[in-house]
């Protein structure tokens, strides 16, 4: 049930994500109602991610932290009524994967038989890298030159697999003192079998600009991943393992072209 649900929503996403760039081009092209901008900032940004799988049969999991980095560009063609409208697009270097929550049945951590100490619990996390590009519309309010704007971007988001690295002390076949509540562990032992991943990226939030040191960045995303990691037919042991990513990210941006207008403020 689970899995025809996702199936349901990832289609509706798929055929919504047109659409929703489609609403944004009317705000992205030069209108007579609006004023025309031509603005052009590049710079760095970076930031941190929390990210699980979503995992069909389930795999208790927590956030697998990891870090992202990049290079980021914006171009900012109109301020239509209050709302200026650009375009951003990212290359960034990201570390997803996921982190599994080994419990017993009484929600306890999960010891090996000769650890009397109970020192060292069963984990398990997996690493898997990611060169991710963005492409966002965005809509911000505010001040554009000197002062602070709230923004809003949507977009997709495509990512090309790099590598992979597993953390583990897990034993195959060694007992155990208590016994596992999952026991789908398939996953400990599978490579990434996907290498393209794909999804809609979307977030906001406060941009400090200046007119001298540029544009600093402070924003919160969150990713939904349209594609799975694992293959999904029905020959396959997961119905889905599409990956779900929390961003919190800083930005630097630098004006390389600007609009020469003093009413811009």
Not at 57 to 83: D, H, I, M, N, W
């Amino acid at each position: 049930m689970k899995n025809y649900i996702y199936n349901k929503v990832t289609r509706k996403a798929t055929r919504l994500l047109p659409l929703c760039l489609l609403t944004f081009l009317p705000l992205l092209a030069h209108a007579q109602v609006g004023d025309y901008r031509t603005d052009l900032a590049i710079g760095v940004n970076g930031g941190y991610i929390m990210n699980k799988v979503s995992f069909t049969p389930e795999v208790p999991q927590l956030y697998q932290g990891g870090v992202t980095a990049g290079l980021s560009v914006r171009y900012t063609c109109e301020k239509y009524f209050s709302s200026i409208c650009a375009i951003t697009a990212e290359v960034n270097y990201a570390q997803m994967g996921f982190k599994e929550d080994i419990l017993d049945m009484n929600n306890q951590p999960v010891y090996y038989t000769d650890d009397t100490e109970k020192a060292n619990p069963l984990y398990y996390d997996r690493r898997i890298n990611y060169i991710q590009i963005p492409v966002m519309a965005r809509l911000g309010w505010g001040r554009e030159r000197n002062g602070f704007q709230f923004f809003l971007q949507v977009g997709p988001q495509m990512g090309l697999y790099r590598s992979e690295s597993t953390n583990t002390n897990i034993v195959s076949g060694k007992s155990t003192q208590n016994r596992r509540a999952s026991s789908i562990v398939a996953q400990e032992s599978m490579p990434v079998e996907n290498k393209f991943d794909y999804g809609i990226v979307g977030g906001g939030g406060l941009e400090y600009s200046h007119p001298k040191l540029g544009h600093f960045l402070l924003e919160a995303r969150y990713y939904f991943g349209l594609g799975n990691i694992y293959g999904n037919t029905k020959q396959d042991y997961f119905g889905k393992s599409n990956n779900g990513a929390i961003v919190i990210k800083l930005s630097y941006l630098f004006d390389i072209i600007r609009t020469k207008n003093d009413k811009i403020k």
